[in-house]
């Protein structure tokens, strides 16, 4: 087996935003005037809300669409609304507007941080026209603003690309001889280290959602009893392609060993994604395989959706694996969806202990 690679966990999207909303706060704080206004006790108030909100928020929410655009535009409300009322000078809102750009740069994808950085700029040009500020050195700022812009856009765009690098098909250059020798699958080591990328990569972005698939062929072993280990290693290598057929873009599957078989499903948006590759699974089987002889085999499933619960593969795998042997003891040909009843008790509590702690962090 391979070793695992060593990922370095990332860290929190909380701490990084606490610190860019507390240099807001203290540019805020600067600029209140004495005895503060009624204006200025809204605007403290709704600074507080927003505050309290990073910080009590569950983790799988700080790096939604919904949150980094509240937080972003709250402040930037904030900042308006200071501007318009005399509280505010050009440093002061140059220096709000880059942290606010920061802010908008945890986005989940390129569109919202464009949305929010053009509404962001936007709101400051309006401000230097409302201040009567339009003159050439304050103009110059906006070009730069952009440059800035473009660089957090760069630096998504690198992100992505190395995600994409890791979640999409393996490269057809790889050495084959690396792979399963019977089947070219790749081996179970391979198969976990990918789903470990992945597992590690869905940590980082919580909107990501991927399934494994744990297949035992059933009917396998008469056929290689009674017909040779050779009947029973083409069973294998037609079973593989038949499975290769199945996958959509970006999937995997691997030979787990023996007559099992793994599948990782890749953007797994609704339950069905997993299940319609299942049921196209089920549906291939029944037709027969030539070995000499017409020979039928068919397939226990267990599909095993990514959450909060599963920390390493080995987790996820071995709820699919648990969900799997259901599929037996229900009948055979049939897929399970695996659920916490799988999983023993102390593991379970174990599991929940982890969640709560990581849940606010």
Same mark, same amino acid.
């Given at each position: 087996?391979?070793?695992?690679?060593?990922?370095?966990?990332?860290?929190?999207?909380? +701490?990084?935003?606490?610190?860019?909303?507390?240099?807001?706060?203290v540019f805020y704080g600067v600029h209140l005037l004495s005895p503060m206004t009624r204006v200025q006790a809204g605007l403290s108030l709704a600074l507080a809300t927003l505050t309290l909100l990073l910080v009590t928020l569950p983790r799988t929410q700080l790096d939604t669409a919904w949150f980094v655009g509240l937080l972003t535009l709250g402040n930037m409300g904030v900042l308006v609304a200071s501007a318009m009322n005399g509280t505010s000078t050009t440093l002061w809102m140059?220096?709000?507007?880059?942290? /606010?750009?920061?802010?908008?740069?945890?986005?989940?994808?390129? /569109?919202?941080?464009?949305?929010?950085?053009?509404?962001? +700029?936007?709101?400051?040009?309006?401000?230097?026209?409302?201040?009567?500020?339009?003159? *050439?050195?304050?103009?110059?700022v906006l070009p730069a603003l952009l440059c800035l812009v473009l660089v957090f856009v760069s630096k998504i765009t690198t992100t992505q690309a190395e995600i994409q690098r890791i979640v999409g098909p393996e490269e057809p250059t790889r050495d084959k001889?690396?792979?399963?020798?019977? *089947?070219?699958?790749?081996?179970?080591?391979?198969?976990?280290?990918?789903?470990?990328?992945?597992?590690?990569?869905?940590?980082?972005?919580?909107?990501?959602?991927?399934?494994?698939?744990?297949?035992?062929?059933? &009917?396998?072993?008469?056929?290689?009893?009674?017909?040779?280990?050779?009947?029973?290693?083409?069973?294998?290598?037609?079973t593989a392609k038949l499975f290769q057929s199945c996958l959509r873009q970006g999937d995997v599957v691997g030979r787990y060993g023996g007559d099992e078989f793994t599948f990782l499903l890749n953007q797994v948006q609704d339950p069905?994604?997993? *299940?319609?590759?299942?049921?196209?699974?089920?549906?291939? =089987?029944?037709?027969? +395989?030539?070995?000499?002889?017409?020979?039928?085999? &068919?397939?226990?499933?267990?599909?095993?959706?990514?959450?909060?619960?599963?920390?390493?593969?080995?987790? =996820?795998?071995?709820?699919?694996?648990?969900?799997?042997?259901?599929?037996?003891?229900?009948?055979?040909?049939?897929?399970?969806?695996?659920?916490q009843a799988d999983i023993p008790k102390s593991e379970l509590q174990k599991r929940w202990k982890r969640v709560e702690q990581l849940k606010w962090y």
């Open positions: 087996m391979h070793p695992m690679p060593n990922i370095i966990k990332p860290t929190s999207p909380r +701490i990084y935003l606490v610190l860019l909303h507390a240099m807001f706060l140059l220096g709000a507007v880059v942290l /606010l750009l920061a802010m908008a740069s945890y986005a989940p994808s390129i /569109l919202h941080f464009g949305l929010l950085s053009s509404l962001v +700029i936007g709101g400051y040009g309006v401000l230097l026209h409302r201040s009567t500020l339009l003159q *050439t050195d304050e103009v110059l001889s690396l792979g399963d020798p019977l *089947t070219g699958l790749p081996t179970r080591g391979q198969f976990l280290e990918r789903v470990e990328r992945i597992v590690q990569y869905g940590q980082i972005n919580r909107s990501f959602r991927h399934a494994i698939m744990f297949v035992d062929l059933d &009917g396998f072993k008469p056929i290689n009893d009674r017909l040779g280990h050779k009947a029973g290693d083409a069973v294998l290598r037609h069905s994604d997993a *299940t319609s590759v299942a049921e196209r699974i089920l549906t291939r =089987l029944q037709s027969p +395989i030539d070995v000499g002889e017409p020979v039928h085999v &068919g397939a226990s499933i267990g599909i095993a959706f990514s959450t909060s619960m599963h920390e390493t593969a080995e987790e =996820l795998i071995r709820d699919a694996d648990q969900a799997m042997y259901r599929a037996k003891a229900q009948g055979k040909n049939r897929y399970v969806i695996s659920d």
